[in-house]
């Protein structure tokens, strides 16, 4: 008996001197900013939002612009995709993740009335969506939102002027540099009567609008829709040359270089133009067949464009022939 108690006492005492350990360790890390940020960074985002309500002290920890900096300079996986339904309201969500994640959300809503809003997601820049709600009796409002955080900010609109048509609004940001975003707005000012074309740029530091020094001529007519930014610029392609890119450091407009269009080929049909680890991608088809296309990555010098992948998808849409969309002729896809 007494040598079973001695036992029991043993554990109990080393049962408490491990929990006193651990909570002592855990107070030391609680106490050293230094060492909590390094364990901080390792995180998912989606545990950084909730974490910033534990205390006044991670909230100032987490939301500090030099732990926003770092965290974007460490590489994130890519978790899911977000895609357009038809009706360009709704949005599917692909996860990639290697565990199962809900839709951070399949309607955008933004106010008290969901039903006075239409949102469009229009763009996506590092974490950040550039929104615009339809309004038949004024220009559109514009909204920049981040989904992580679930917060956004509708934009002032740009100065209105006589004759002014506003052709495309564009988001640049960038976390490594800075926590601030920019809002690249191209406008034409005489109803396309002339071929100059002008830019305004909006800073989220200052919450306003100013005129860039930057003016360009245009021999056909391009679009200012779907601009990506990528190594400082905001890139626009054309069917039509020229393709062009907007330095917002230097406010500069440079013509972007295009890959050559195949011989026998009178046409060319983009299908997507993006960023993904920090390299520019474009998908492009030529050939009648709509199940063969390249992807091409552009050199970060502008050099050029090669191909960086030679995607055949006959053999899936033969399995899956669901997969075709009812206006398109299946035998696109036999040959």
């Known amino acids: 008996m007494p040598a079973t108690r001695t036992s029991s006492a043993t554990t109990i005492t080393t049962s408490s001197s491990s929990k006193y350990q651990a909570s002592i360790s855990a107070e030391i890390i609680a106490n050293n900013d230094d060492l909590l940020t390094e364990i901080l960074l390792f995180l998912p985002l989606k545990y950084l939002v909730k974490f910033k ?136 000012c005489n109803d396309f009567e002339d071929d100059s074309y002008q830019i305004e740029i909006f800073s989220s530091k200052t919450r306003t609008w100013r005129p860039s020094r930057a003016t360009f001529i245009l021999s056909c007519y391009a679009s200012f829709m779907d601009g990506v930014y990528w190594n400082g610029s905001i890139h626009w392609i054309n069917e039509q040359d020229p393709s062009l890119h907007f330095n917002i450091d230097t406010e500069e407009v440079l013509e972007m270089p295009m890959p050559p269009i195949p011989d026998e080929q009178y046409w060319r049909s983009f299908y997507y133009l993006g960023v993904s680890r920090d390299h520019l991608h474009l998908i492009e088809n030529y050939a009648p067949c709509a199940a063969l296309f390249n992807v091409y990555e552009m050199e970060n010098d502008y050099s050029g464009w090669f191909i960086k992948y030679c995607v055949d998808l006959r053999q899936a849409a033969t399995t899956f022939p669901e997969m075709i969309r009812s206006h398109v002729d299946p035998e696109h896809f036999q040959h």
């Open 53 to 188: 309500s534990v205390s006044k002290h991670w909230l100032s920890l987490i939301s500090n612009p030099n732990f926003s900096l770092r965290l974007n300079l460490t590489s994130q996986p890519i978790t899911g995709l977000f895609m357009r339904g038809l009706s360009c309201k709704e949005y599917y969500f692909i996860n990639l993740g290697s565990s199962p994640s809900p839709a951070p959300f399949k309607y955008l809503t933004f106010g008290n009335n969901p039903s006075d809003f239409e949102i469009t997601i229009w763009q996506s820049c590092n974490c950040l969506l550039l929104c615009s709600r339809s309004n038949r009796k004024k220009p559109d409002d514009h909204y920049v939102y981040n989904p992580t955080t679930q917060e956004y900010a509708m934009l002032p609109p740009p100065p209105l002027g006589t004759g002014v048509c506003y052709l495309g609004f564009n988001l640049a940001f960038d976390p490594s540099k800075s926590p601030h975003y920019t809002i690249i707005c191209v406008k034409n």
